[in-house]
Structures are given as C-alpha cells and as structure tokens.
C-alpha cells in the first residue's frame, strides 16, 4: 500500500520521516509524565527513546495488517518538533486504518494536533482509499476526544473498564469516521487550516 511522499506540508506543519538526530527532541516528548499519562508505558528514560526512536525510523510501510509507520511533525517557521502522528493499517481486507498522535503539552493551544491530525486522516482517504478510520483512547483524556470530534469522528464505543493500564482499570472510547463521511467532514475549519500553504 503505497504511502505519499514525505515530508508534506500543512499551513503551519511538516510531517516527515524521523531521522537518528531527532532523539534529543524525542526524548524531551516521550520522559514527560504529563504526556505519557493516558498511554500504556510511562516516561522512557535516553536509552528507551533512543530504541523507540529506532523502531520508528524502521517502519517505513502498510503492507500488512499491523502494519504501522509514524512521522514526526514540526513547525514549518523553525523545524521545532512538536510530535508525532501514527498511521496503523487495522485490515487491508477491510480498508480500515487507525490514528494516534503524541504532542508536547509546551505546544498546546495553538491547533497543531488538530492540524497535524487532520492531515493524517486526509492521507488515510484520500491517499490510501480507506473506507474507515478509527481512534482508540483512553477515555478520561477528554482533550484527545475533542479533537477527534473536531475532525468530525463520532465516538462509537465506551468501553468500561476494560484495560488494566499502568495499574489502573481505564475505560477506552473509540472513535470513528466513514469514507462517505469525510466529503462533508473535511469541509470543516480544521481541515481548511490544515491546507498545505504559507503560513
């Protein structure tokens, strides 16, 4: 399943492949516990970043079911990175994938997560021709649900306590949007704002 050319450029973003010099920025992400809150490993230590980041730099296509490959976004202005996207092919058969994303909490409130996502569905139909895409997430992290609903996902599950998470019972929600539901939703103002373009 061919993947776009990368890096692509969104008004304000850059979402490319990660490269070995990108551990510095990745480790500043991926140590804090502000952002590993509501996933299922904690803070990583240089050494554990520094494997991630390896695994990351590996998966380079959506071949197989499992399958997954995740860009780094950085500011377009500075070549800040400011997190990353993950694009998982769920069933070729299907023509289902799933999103993810991890952002730096020093970059919020200004839509890049929303921008960056947005981005990365448009690839997912657009691109890939998928006839779904999902969100799966712990259901306490209401920021991550606001942004999917942003996009235009419905919330098509809640599941009660279902994973045992860090030492917790977590619920999980998960989110969804149709191929024949993403003519509409990409009207929308965070896909306007995601067009490629100057700033």
Do not use: C
């Not at 970043?49 to 976004?73: N, P, W, Y």
């Not at 259901?139 to 009660?160: C, D, I, Q, W, Y």
């Amino acid at each position: 399943m061919p993947l776009p050319a990368f890096p692509i450029k969104t008004r304000r973003l850059v979402l490319r492949r990660y490269a070995a010099d990108d551990l510095d920025a990745l480790h500043a992400v991926q140590s804090r516990e502000d952002v590993t809150r509501y996933l299922y490993w904690g803070p990583r230590t240089r050494e554990e970043v520094e494997k991630a980041l390896a695994e990351r730099i590996g998966l380079t296509a959506l071949s197989v079911d499992g399958d997954r490959v995740v860009l780094a976004v950085e500011l377009a202005e500075t070549g800040v990175l400011v997190g990353d996207l993950t694009l998982f092919l769920v069933s070729r058969e299907n023509r289902t994938a799933e999103i993810g994303y991890i952002f730096h909490p020093d970059h919020a409130g200004h839509g890049y997560a929303t921008e960056a996502a947005a981005e990365l569905v448009r690839i997912a139909f657009d691109h890939l021709d998928m006839h779904r895409v999902v969100a799966r997430l712990d259901a306490a992290n209401t920021a991550s649900s606001r942004l999917l609903e942003r996009l235009g996902m419905r919330k098509e599950a809640h599941f009660v306590r279902n994973e045992y998470v860090r030492g917790r019972w977590a619920d999980e929600a998960v989110y969804a949007m149709l191929a024949s539901e993403w003519e509409s939703a990409k009207t929308t103002e965070p896909f306007v704002r995601g067009l490629p373009g100057d700033a």
